[in-house]
Each structure stands twice: as C-alpha cells, then as structure tokens.
C-alpha cells in the first residue's frame, strides 16, 4: 500500500509507516512516498504499488483518484470534510459548547474532523447560540508558543485569504465575532 499524504501534514503519513513497521510489515508492504504531481504517474504505473491512501483536499484526491482508476489501483481517501455537529433535544449545552469550541478552534480549525454545520435542537438553540458566542469571545488569539494562547495562526497565506474574503461576505450583524484590523 502506497500513501501520499497532503503536503502540509507530511507527519501523518511518517508517523503511520512507523507503526505499519511496528505492527511487522517490514517487507515493503507499506510505503509512504512524498511526491510532486508530476510523479505521480511514475510512482502509480509500478508493478508493485498494488493501492493507495491519500489524506488531504478534496481538489487533490480527484488527482489521486484519476491517477488510480487510471492505473487500476485500489484507493481510499480522507478528503477535506464537512462535518456536522449535532445537539440532540436531550443533549447537554454546556458540554456541547465546550465541544464545538475544542473541536472547531483545535488547530485554527485546521483539521480535516473540525465541525463544520452546526445542528442543533429547536429548544436549544438560544441556549446554545448565546453560550458559544461568549465562549468564542473568551478565546486568546496569538503565538502558538505561548500558554494562554487558545488559537494560532493558519497555516498558509491562501487560507487567510479565504477566511478574510469569508469574513467580509458575513452580514454585519456577525461583526461581533471579529476584530477585524
């Protein structure tokens, strides 16, 4: 099995070959490749890559997918999701804010399990609302070096674009989300 992972969490894949060579698959069962798309055709058409997992985008795991039906390779993929988080009629709001908040803010968001619809209850929802906007409020932006910082930066200059250009297409009444500088 041949992984190639996104290149901005090169680890993930490193970190699973490990533990494939661990767990006794030793023999070439399991390699992770880094690549540039460029390669991907060389390293596909081999004898003896026999499938392929990719962790990343979606934009990128059409790549891969194209590249393995071309080649006739098993595949599997963990794509960019679009997670829900649900709040049942019977479920508890203030461990549901304290887990929209850990899960939506781990890493700047940056995770591919982050939430990202929220469903939640008719009878919670004010509840709710209320409770996570005082929750984002209290969280401190800054070096991901220093303690108290709860949220660091994006990782790519693209994503803050994005997430700008986002932030400006809100309607106003959002504002109290943001310091926008």
Known sequence: ML?????????????????MIQAGFNNGEYQNVYTSNDQIDQVFSHDSVSGVSFTGSSKGGALIAEKAGRYLKRAVMELGGNDAFVVLADGDVNLAVSAAIRGRS???????????????????YESFRTKLIEALIQIKFGDPM???????????DDLHDNLTRQLEELPKSYNIFFQRS
């Open 3 to 19: 992984t190639r992972n996104a290149d901005t969490c090169p680890n993930v894949g490193r970190l699973t070959e490990e533990l």
């Open 146 to 156: 220093d303690r108290d910082t709860k949220m660091g930066p994006l990782a790519r």
């Open 106 to 124: 781990t890493n700047a968001g940056q995770t591919c399990f982050s939430p990202k619809r929220f469903i939640i209850a008719k009878n919670h």
